[in-house]
C-alpha cells in the first residue's frame, strides 16, 4: 500500500470538500463535478488508502472513523503545505533584496509599445525589497554607464556599441525628419531633398547606429543637441530640421507645430533593447527584470 504522503492531495482536497459540505451532492457545485465523479474519485483515494472513508447510500452520508482521522490528519497536510510554500517564498524574497540601477533612453518612456509601467508593477511585486534607481539617459551614455558598471540594464537602441552585451530587442520604433510651423519649408506644398540638406540641421552628436549616422551624415548640422529635450526644443524653434522619434513628433504633429519631411525616403527603424553586462546575468533581481520585460512585451506583442 502506498504511504500517506504518495497520496494524490488532488484526491485529498476532493474528499476534504465532500466532508466539509457533508455529502456528494452538497459538493457538486463547490467541485464543480458530477456526484458520479466524486463517487469514483472518492473510490480510488478509498482503494489507494484500504479503507473506506465514508458511509454514502440511501442511509445518508456520514464519515467512517477512519474519514474522520483521514480528515483531520489531511487539514494538517495541507497547512503544513502552505506554511512550506510561504516559507520559500520570504526566502525567495530575502534574495530580492538590494538595489538595481536601471538606464533608460530618453526617448523611450512614452512609447505606446514600452510597457514599462507594467513591468515595474509586477517587479514590485515579486521582488518588495527591492530598491530601484532610474534615470533617463542618451544612448550613449547609456552604453557608457553599463560599460563602467554604473547600471546593472540600460533600455536603449540595439547598435554596434552594444553588441559586448547581453540584449534582449523589446519592440521597434521609426523616426522621421521634422520642421516646425515657424520654420520655411513647413508649408511648402513639395520638398527637394537637396534643399532640404543645405538647411540648418540638428544632429544627436553620438554615432550610435549605422542607420543614424548614415541619415545624419549629409545634413547641414550647425547645432548638437544628445537628449532628445532639448533636440526637439530647437526644432521647434523652427530654426533647426532634424530627426525625432515618431511617437515623440506626434502630439506636436497634431496640434499643427511639427511636420515630417520626405518621410518616405527620410526616416530610419530602431530596435529598442535592454541590455546588460553578460557576467551580471546571474544578479537576481537582473535575471527577474529581464524575464518581466521580456514576458510582458512578448504578450503585448502578441496582443497586438
Not at 173 to 192: G, I, K, M, V
Not at 228 to 237: G, P, T, V
Amino acid at each position: 500500500m502506498k504511504q500517506p504522503l504518495d497520496q494524490d492531495p488532488r484526491l485529498l482536497r476532493l474528499f476534504m470538500a465532500v466532508a466539509e459540505c457533508g455529502g456528494l451532492s452538497a459538493a457538486e457545485q463547490r467541485l464543480g463535478l458530477s456526484r458520479s465523479t466524486i463517487s469514483t474519485h472518492l473510490s480510488e483515494l478509498e482503494s489507494r488508502l484500504g479503507f473506506r472513508l465514508c458511509q454514502r447510500g440511501r442511509g445518508g452520508f456520514a464519515l467512517t472513523p477512519e474519514g474522520e482521522a483521514t480528515y483531520q490528519a489531511a487539514k494538517h497536510w495541507m497547512a503544513a503545505g502552505e506554511a512550506f510554500q510561504q516559507q520559500v517564498l520570504e526566502l525567495q524574497h530575502r534574495q530580492l533584496q538590494g538595489e538595481l540601477i536601471i538606464a533608460i533612453s530618453d526617448d523611450s518612456l512614452n512609447h505606446p509599445n514600452f510597457s514599462f509601467s507594467e513591468v515595474v508593477q509586477r517587479f514590485r511585486a515579486q521582488a518588495p525589497g527591492a530598491h530601484l534607481r532610474v534615470s533617463s539617459l542618451n544612448p550613449s551614455a547609456i552604453a557608457e554607464a553599463i560599460g563602467a558598471g554604473q547600471a546593472h540594464i540600460g533600455l536603449a537602441p540595439q547598435s554596434s556599441l552594444t553588441e559586448r552585451f547581453y540584449s534582449k530587442v523589446l519592440y521597434q520604433e521609426q523616426s522621421f525628419l521634422y520642421c516646425a510651423a515657424s520654420h520655411p519649408l513647413f508649408d511648402a506644398r513639395t520638398h527637394n531633398r537637396q534643399a532640404l540638406l543645405q538647411q540648418d540641421f540638428v544632429g544627436a552628436g553620438y554615432s550610435w547606429h549605422a542607420a543614424l549616422t548614415e541619415r545624419e551624415a549629409p545634413f547641414n548640422t550647425c547645432a548638437i543637441a544628445p537628449e532628445l529635450e532639448a533636440r526637439l526644443a530647437l526644432i521647434l524653434s523652427g530654426t533647426y530640421l532634424g530627426f525625432l522619434p515618431e511617437h515623440v513628433a506626434a502630439p506636436w504633429v497634431a496640434k499643427g507645430s511639427l511636420t515630417a519631411l520626405l518621410p518616405d525616403e527620410l526616416h530610419y527603424t530602431t530596435k529598442m533593447a535592454a541590455h546588460c553586462q553578460s557576467q551580471q546575468r546571474s544578479n537576481k533581481l537582473l535575471h527577474l527584470l529581464f524575464a518581466l520585460l521580456n514576458d510582458v512585451h512578448y504578450v503585448n506583442a502578441k496582443k497586438n
